[in-house]
């Protein structure tokens, strides 16, 4: 189970997700080899032996990165495990493609400030599940 992340280019004007339009259709976030280079100066050493589906281990959160097989790629869906030591980077990679993020476990937009408290309780409930 990971606390999930979606990238990609959404309305500017759109304060939460329910202001996006149901007819809205996402630019590109750009080609196969800028959004893997992207990724790959956000987090170096990312594994990218499967390029659709690139991963990171970290000292504190992994990133498994689902970036599919078109040329151009529309999204990116970041499966993070770990702790909120993952926003900064993710916020870093979000910006540099200067696109948005939708934060799975909150429903909205992802926010460095509030994804902290999303990912704790996301920890939250998973150890739940677990004792």
Do not use: K
Request: charged letters at 20%.
């Amino acid at each position: 189970m990971s606390w999930d992340v979606f990238i990609q280019h959404l309305p500017a004007s759109a304060l939460c997700v329910a202001d996006i339009p149901d007819d809205f259709t996402p630019l590109p976030l750009g080609s196969r080899a800028d959004v893997l280079n992207a990724i790959l100066s956000v987090f170096p050493g990312t594994d990218t032996s499967d390029p659709t589906w690139l991963t990171f281990d970290g000292a504190s959160y992994s990133i498994e990165f689902g970036v599919g097989s078109a040329d151009l790629v529309t999204y990116i869906a970041l499966h993070v495990r770990g702790d909120e030591s993952a926003i900064p980077p993710i916020a870093l990679l979000i910006e540099q493609l200067q696109a948005r993020g939708l934060d799975s476990w909150t429903g909205e937009f992802f926010d460095p400030i509030s994804a902290c408290d999303s990912i704790r309780r996301w920890s939250e409930y998973v150890d739940g599940l677990t004792q």
